[in-house]
């Protein structure tokens, strides 16, 4: 069995049900990001994927979207 860690625990014990809604959800990491979506039949109740960062910007999401 493989184990998980405390920190992933915690996102799926938090997230899962939101998740198993129907709903996504995407986590920022300080390296990359955690996406949680349903899965599909026959799949885990939680899809995870993880991507990493190609970039980090120091702005927040109102600011690059100002003025629209």
Sequence with gaps: MT????????????????????HQVLI???DGTIHLEKGQE???PV?????PLDERLEI?????????
């Design 42 to 44: 026959g799949e885990a």
């Design 60 to 68: 927040t999401v109102d600011t690059l979207f100002q003025g629209m």
């Design 28 to 30: 920022g990491l300080l």
């Design 3 to 22: 184990s998980i860690s405390k920190e992933l625990e915690r996102i799926l014990e938090d997230y899962a049900p939101i998740v198993k809604e129907g």
């Design 47 to 51: 899809q995870i994927r993880v991507s």
